[in-house]
């Protein structure tokens, strides 16, 4: 059962900059109630107030703290859509990297990923239906020196989507994970992406209608699939 985006309750990861707050944005134009997500207390205080959306400040690598986040949100209403964006993206040889930051990456990553997704799981089954949308990328499927921890998050956020499609279905609960599809300008992206990648970025807004689409339609055909955020926004803009 699809519902109108003016009627759903969104929460949203990594909300308060890059492609998480031009998400939040497009679903606030929508007529949304909003959840918003991140560890960035000022800048998610500011994006609440422009939003007029409900803000928890969280550190996701933190399981208490996450499931604590997303009880404060549902308290106040059942969620219809989530929007798990929030990453660690830090580029090390694997030589370098400690199991602190190879765990802290998998955290928010994957284990966020499944917290939320369980935690709003009843409130979908119960409204008829709802969308879990994954933010993953090309270190979803490939592997790339240097991000042995994002590849490994990244990888398993895949498969956690394709089985929650699969249990889901029958209760109308679509999960999909989507990838940005085009290089974008983000904070993340200023740090990790060289120049040549930089010479091509958008900005996150021009990805921002394909998450809209997703929620509001709920096509059966995105459930289970790794969608690409550049070609669904264009379909939508064109």
């Known amino acids: 059962m699809t519902r109108p985006l003016a009627e759903q309750h969104v929460v949203i990861t990594g909300a308060a900059h890059g492609l ?4 939040a944005r497009a679903f606030a134009a929508e007529g949304a109630s909003l959840g918003l997500i991140d560890r960035d207390g000022a800048a998610l205080a500011a994006l609440g107030t422009e939003l007029g959306a409900r803000t928890v400040v969280c550190d996701l690598s933190d399981a208490d703290a996450t499931r604590a986040a997303i009880a404060e949100l549902r308290a106040a209403g059942p969620v219809d859509t989530l929007v798990h964006n929030a990453a660690i993206l830090k580029p090390q040889p694997f030589a370098e990297v400690s199991y602190e930051m190879f765990r802290a990456t998998l955290d928010v990553g994957i284990d966020a990923g499944f917290i939320l997704a369980q935690a709003v799981w009843p409130d979908m089954v ?3 239906g709802g969308a879990l949308i994954f933010v993953s990328s090309q270190s979803g499927i490939k592997g790339f ?3 042995t921890a994002y590849c490994a998050a990244k990888h398993a ?3 956690l ?3 929650l499609a699969m249990e889901g279905e029958a209760a109308g609960i679509l999960s999909c994970t989507i990838t940005p599809g ?7 992206s200023e740090q990790n992406y060289p ?4 010479k091509k970025w958008v900005a996150p807004a021009a990805l921002a209608p394909a998450f809209l689409r997703i929620a509001a339609t709920r096509a059966p055909g995105f459930s289970g699939a790794r969608l690409n955020a550049w070609d669904l926004s264009q379909e939508e803009t064109t």
Do not use: F, V, W
């Open 157 to 159: 956020l895949e498969g």
């Open 182 to 188: 085009m290089a974008m300008q983000t904070p993340m």
């Open 161 to 163: 989507s394709k089985c």
């Open 145 to 147: 020196a240097d991000e």
């Open 126 to 128: 119960a409204r008829g």
């Open 20 to 23: 998480g707050a031009a998400i």
């Open 195 to 198: 120049p040549e990648l930089k």
